[in-house]
């Protein structure tokens, strides 16, 4: 691998072919329930030692106990011996109790809360109406220190969806971060050079996730050559400059960027239809999509610190031990994937990647930074 990066982060790179990484951590995604969860989650869980799991399930994840229920299944759908840990999430509504919430950060169950803008997205029906209702609950967040993760975007008929989250950082972030300077907030999955402007401008307490699929996609490739249900998403695909400020961002070394897939799995049949669902189900070959972006922009030295330090560091939480093994060798997507209760068509559904996973450890690298 030829690593222009003077700066390289990469833990070692015996030969041009084997990238070694700290393991990493997804910052953002969706695990689900039932048989999707049973499907999905070991794709998160073999390739991050942990993540942020969201909490939009049918109810919502609104109370310690829900949280609670929801971590023992997770784990108990995962093989044994798999070393994961979700992070869990409150999900924000007008009437959520903010002693639940301060109880379950204080006992190590709820990592941050997630604020959903009704309307805005997948099961986000009982989301937050205004932020204002919101207002004592962002204060207990700041005076304890728990992040607050949001949905950058605003949800009205007069607004165009491709402008919603630009209006989002106006008339709904500002405010916030003026009216609760101490809060640490994470803007999720963003879409816009906007956004990227926005988080580079704040202070040290904002910070932004960034997808796989929004580092590869913009708007044109929902519609190329026909309606394209698998490159849907929310919030939406932007025009291409979009997607080049956010590659900029996300391979630059701010540590203010970091990664959070926003895997997404939904049934095939429930996309293909004429009102298909947002999503896409990135968790199958989530590094090695981020590995080919960053390899194409020449900083494949920049990914370990996006992977897997950036987030922890702004999370206040330890940097994971392991290592994980990416090997330059070509995979093959498949065009579908499942079993007998589900059936979800994966990011780069036929296509063939560059790079391949191929190895975990628990051990300790070799190395100063980890003393
Ligand atoms: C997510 C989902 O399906 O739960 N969909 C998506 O397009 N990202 C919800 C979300 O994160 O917006
Ligand atoms: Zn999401």
Known sequence: MSLQDNDSQTLSHDDDDVLTLREPDDWHVHLRDGP????AADYTARQFARAIVMPNLVPPVTTVAAAEAYRTRILDALPENRRFTPLMTAYLTDE?????????FRNGVFTACKLYPAGATTHSAAGVTSVRKIWPVLERLQTIGMPLLVHGEVVSPDIDIFDREAVFLEKVLTPVLAAFPGLKVVLEHITTEDSVGFVEAAGSNLAATITAHHLRVDRSAMFEGGLRPHAYCLPVAKRRRHKEALRKAATSGHPRFFLGTDSAPHQKHEKESACGCAGIFSAPTALESYAQTFAEEGALGRLEAFASEFGPRFYGLPLNKGTVT????????????GDDNVHVVP????ETLAWRFADRTDQTPDDDRLR
């Open 96 to 104: 959520i109790d903010r002693e639940e919430i301060a109880k379950g």
């Open 36 to 39: 999707m969860l049973a499907f």
């Open 326 to 337: 990416l090997r330059r060798e070509p995979q093959d997507v498949p065009e579908l994937m």
């Open 347 to 350: 990011f780069h559904a036929s």
